[in-house]
């Protein structure tokens, strides 16, 4: 069943410069040396599984990222926090740590760290579910954020996406805005169950009124910086998940 957050909250957001008392996403992206994979990924599953990783409310994806044009980052791990606070508190226990050299020690020994940025949600369409673990991941520079919101809303509140399968995330960059591609001001990330899935949905709406619609929505309103994909090797729920993101 389609579901969709109401827009009576976006625009404020799109157009503040401080964040207020939201979910926030932090994401890291590293680039992993070759062979060095699965050491790397051990690095973040050992953490996890400590006392420290577990006391915090957030949920934390380890993810993989490909197809990632001029930007080298292999892995990204993202973060969602019920609010900064949050956030903040746990980083303070992390730098307070004995784990902390070590893990820095470690990671930095299979990885190069290429990118920070902070993000938050403005809006959800389709059904939220850790079962999508493919990721279609398009960065965007907004001209007019209200119309990207908006055509997006359209697009999918129409009959024609009624059997859509997976879900759609519009988030605004507030932090790290200048990346490998360019400017980036919001990400609309839609994720599915897996690559066949995103191919066989995009087949059917191709020649539909509603996307031909948002493509000339989106023509008008934003420029792509980049558009990748990024897949889920495993994620961490402690005390917190991705539906109570929204």
């Not at 827009?7 to 503040?16: D, E, M, N, P, T």
């Not at 791990?77 to 226990?93: F, Q, R």
């Not at 939220?128 to 990207?148: G, K, L, M, Q």
């Amino acid at each position: 069943v389609m579901s969709h957050r109401t827009l009576g909250a976006f625009v404020a957001l799109f157009f503040s410069i401080q964040i207020s008392a939201a979910p926030v996403v932090a994401v890291t992206e590293w680039k992993v040396d070759t062979g060095k994979e699965a050491d790397f990924v051990e690095v973040i599953d050992d953490l996890q599984n400590t006392n420290l990783g577990k006391d915090r409310k957030a949920q934390l994806q380890l993810q993989a990222s490909s197809f990632n044009g001029v930007n080298p980052a292999t892995h990204r791990v993202t973060i969602l926090y019920p609010s900064l606070a949050e956030m903040e508190t746990w980083n303070k226990k992390f730098a307070a740590s004995k784990e902390r050299e070590d893990v820095r020690e470690d990671l930095t020994r299979h990885a190069q760290m290429v990118s920070q940025y902070m993000g938050s949600p403005i809006q959800s369409w389709g059904s939220v579910s850790n079962e999508d673990t493919f990721w279609d991941v398009i960065r965007i520079t907004a001209t007019d954020p209200a119309a990207v919101a908006k055509g997006l809303n359209a697009l999918m509140t129409s009959s024609d996406t009624k059997a859509f399968p997976g879900q759609i995330w519009l988030i605004q960059v507030v932090r790290g805005q200048a990346s490998a591609a360019g400017r980036v001001t919001h990400e609309i990330a839609i994720g599915y169950e897996s690559m066949a899935e995103m191919e066989s949905w995009s087949e059917k709406m191709g020649n539909t009124k509603a996307w031909q619609e948002w493509l000339g929505i989106a023509g008008s309103s934003f420029t792509i910086a980049n558009r990748y994909n990024v897949s889920w090797l495993k994620a961490y729920e402690h005390g917190y998940s991705l539906e109570e993101f929204e």
